[in-house]
């Protein structure tokens, strides 16, 4: 199957499946989806990446790619320019603004960040909460470098740990220093079974009021398979499909039917409550 008959048939399939938030019955589900979803609020750090975006679009140079993860579906170059590399592998802003209210909903003190890449969704993590312990983790040291900038000049604090490396190696030393996992954002590996194995390695961490987030669960028959395997998991008890984000709840006493997939209402507006 071609890359792209996949994703408009992923893509349509989401569509007809999902649910509105007048389809939510849990009220842990039903705040989420109005403090973190629908909340239109301006933040400055939503200024702030802009111009980090546009500083690095007008940047000339050039990094080389490791294929640590998936293969890329934009190039297969083993140099690329840096503004294409922000341009397409960075979060995008709606995206990065669901991250930073997820953050500040969830009052995340301890954040663990698969897959830093140019450090734009690593600057929604940290500017949720600053006093908040973030541990990021990148496994190209160039794209590493361009996060340090963006740290630099964004003036990120001593509470922003960086970490160069494979996740393979560099997640379970990290897990092994920390007491709990408030928030994990699991991103930069969309391959079955890693995606997997990454949040099982964290479980031991987590607790009643954590979040995990996955990224791109729609990206690939194998992301697909791995958010299918992920919401099947015991220790979940709600999750929520964003199409872009998968979100995945530990709160004990949830029912059983509260896995769902999400679309904004104005994409489907006879799903009003009317009738239900």
Same mark, same amino acid.
């Not at 690329?80 to 922000?86: A, D, F, H, P, Q």
């Given at each position: 199957?071609?890359?792209?008959?996949?994703?408009?048939?992923?893509?349509?399939?989401?569509?007809?499946?999902?649910?509105?938030?007048?389809?939510?019955?849990?009220?842990? /589900? +039903?705040?989420?989806?109005?403090?973190?979803? %629908?909340? $239109?609020?301006?933040? =400055?750090? !939503?200024?702030? &990446?802009?111009?980090?975006?546009?500083?690095?679009?007008?940047?000339?140079?050039?990094?080389?790619?490791?294929?640590?993860?998936?293969?890329?579906?934009?190039?297969?170059?083993?140099?690329?320019?840096?503004?294409?590399?922000?341009?397409?592998?960075?979060?995008?802003?709606?995206?990065?603004?669901?991250?930073?209210?997820?953050?500040?909903?969830?009052?995340?003190?301890?954040?663990?960040?698969?897959?830093?890449?140019?450090?734009?969704?690593?600057?929604?993590?940290?500017?949720?909460?600053?006093?908040?312990?973030?541990?990021?983790?990148?496994?190209?040291?160039?794209?590493?470098? /361009? +996060?340090?900038?963006?740290?630099?000049?964004? %003036?990120? $604090?001593?509470?922003? =740990?960086? !970490?160069?490396? &494979?996740?393979?190696?560099?997640?379970?030393?990290?897990?092994?220093?920390?007491?709990?996992?408030?928030?994990?954002?699991?991103?930069?590996?969309?391959?079955?079974?890693?995606?997997?194995?990454?949040?099982?390695?964290?479980?031991?961490?987590?607790?009643?009021?954590?979040?995990?987030?996955?990224?791109?669960?729609?990206?690939?028959?194998?992301?697909?398979?791995?958010?299918?395997?992920?919401?099947?998991?015991?220790?979940?008890?709600?999750?929520?499909?964003?199409?872009?984000?998968?979100?995945?709840?530990?709160?004990?006493?949830?029912?059983?039917?509260?896995?769902?997939?999400?679309?904004?209402?104005?994409?489907?507006?006879?799903?009003?409550?009317?009738?239900?």
């Amino acid at each position: 199957m071609s890359y792209w008959f996949f994703r408009i048939r992923s893509a349509l399939a989401w569509y007809f499946s999902a649910s509105t938030r007048y389809d939510l019955h849990s009220p842990l /589900l +039903a705040d989420f989806v109005e403090k973190v979803v %629908r909340d $239109r609020r301006p933040y =400055h750090i !939503y200024e702030l &990446t802009a111009q980090l975006r546009e500083y690095w679009k007008n940047h000339p140079g050039e990094v080389t790619t490791l294929e640590l993860g998936a293969p890329s579906k934009v190039s297969s170059a083993n140099r690329r320019k840096i503004s294409e590399l922000v341009k397409h592998s960075a979060i995008s802003p709606d995206c990065g603004r669901i991250l930073f209210r997820l953050a500040l909903w969830s009052e995340a003190e301890t954040i663990v960040e698969l897959g830093t890449n140019a450090g734009i969704s690593t600057l929604y993590l940290h500017y949720a909460d600053r006093r908040a312990q973030l541990h990021t983790i990148e496994g190209n040291p160039e794209v590493a470098g /361009l +996060a340090r900038k963006t740290f630099e000049i964004a %003036r990120c $604090r001593a509470s922003l =740990h960086q !970490y160069v490396g &494979t996740f393979e190696e560099l997640l379970q030393p990290v897990l092994d220093e920390l007491d709990r996992v408030d928030l994990l954002f699991v991103d930069g590996d969309h391959r079955y079974p890693q995606a997997v194995e990454y949040v099982k390695n964290a479980l031991p961490k987590l607790h009643a009021g954590s979040v995990v987030v996955v990224a791109d669960i729609h990206w690939s028959e194998g992301m697909e398979r791995a958010w299918a395997e992920l919401i099947g998991l015991p220790e979940v008890t709600a999750s929520l499909d964003l199409y872009h984000f998968g979100i995945l709840f530990f709160k004990p006493g949830m029912t059983p039917d509260q896995h769902l997939t999400l679309v904004n209402t104005r994409w489907k507006p006879w799903r009003v409550g009317f009738f239900s």
